[in-house]
Every structure is written in structure tokens, then in C-alpha cells.
Nanobody
Framework: QVQLAESGGGSAQAGESLRLSCTDS????????IGWFRQTPEKERGFVAT????????LYEDSVKGRFTISRDNAKNTVYLQMDNLKVEDTAVYYC???????????????????WGQGTQVTVSS
């Protein structure tokens, strides 16, 4: 059973940093590809970053490349999203998602993901 919980959201000024965490209570965490997505009232849920089960493969949406870093600690069943140099346009509800990929694939499409967290709000002000 996969149950995801996000934490670490909050408020920040533009240029500051926040770190989001996504923790799973299950026993097969290393077989999961994990993705981060974000949504605002004006936009559909969109891809931010993804990491494979080994932690060696990751992909990013273009607007966050060089500012966000996704990583994982399989011993802690946790994936992190380090968000540096935040911009006002990063304001959104951030969701983590998981899909079973024991072959260490990364997954970009939201519809492919099987499990979702409840989301955490990130608000960036100028």
C-alpha cells in the first residue's frame, strides 16, 4: 500500500528557498518513480520534476531547471524537492505522486501516476 504525504510548503520571498518532502508509508518505496506536480486555480496540474527509484535518473520541467533539485533517500522513504531562487510564478499547490516502476524509469505524464498526496501550498511573494 502506497500512502504519500507532502510537507515543507509555506511562504517565501522571491529569491528564497523552500524544501518539500514526500514520504511514503509503504514497503516498496525503491520500486516507485516519484513525481512532483503543481496546480493553480488558473492552470491544470503540471509536471515539475520526476526521479526514478534508484535516484540516478531525474527530469525537470524547463522553467525550474537550474533552480529545483529532486532527490530521494530510500532508507527514509522520502523524496525531496529543493526549490531555490523561487519566483512568484512558482506559487501553487504542489503534489507528489508515485507509480510502480521497478525498472527505474522516470515518468512525466500525470495520468500515468497511480498514487497522489494531498498537496502542500507554496506561496512566493515579491
Amino acid at each position: 500500500q502506497v500512502q504519500l504525504a507532502e510537507s515543507g510548503g509555506g511562504s517565501a520571498q522571491a529569491g528564497e528557498s523552500l524544501r518539500l518532502s514526500c514520504t511514503d508509508s509503504g514497503r516498496t518505496f525503491r520500486n516507485l518513480a516519484i513525481g512532483w506536480f503543481r496546480q493553480t486555480p488558473e492552470k491544470e496540474r503540471g509536471f515539475v520534476a520526476t526521479i526514478d527509484g534508484s535516484g540516478r535518473g531525474a527530469l525537470y520541467e524547463d522553467s525550474v531547471k537550474g533552480r529545483f533539485t529532486i532527490s530521494r533517500d530510500n532508507a527514509k522513504n522520502t523524496v525531496y524537492l529543493q526549490m531555490d531562487n523561487l519566483k512568484v510564478e512558482d506559487t501553487a499547490v504542489y503534489y507528489c505522486a508515485a507509480v510502480r516502476r521497478p525498472d527505474n524509469q522516470v515518468v512525466i505524464l500525470a495520468k500515468t501516476y497511480e498514487y497522489w498526496g494531498q498537496g502542500t501550498q507554496v506561496t512566493v511573494s515579491s
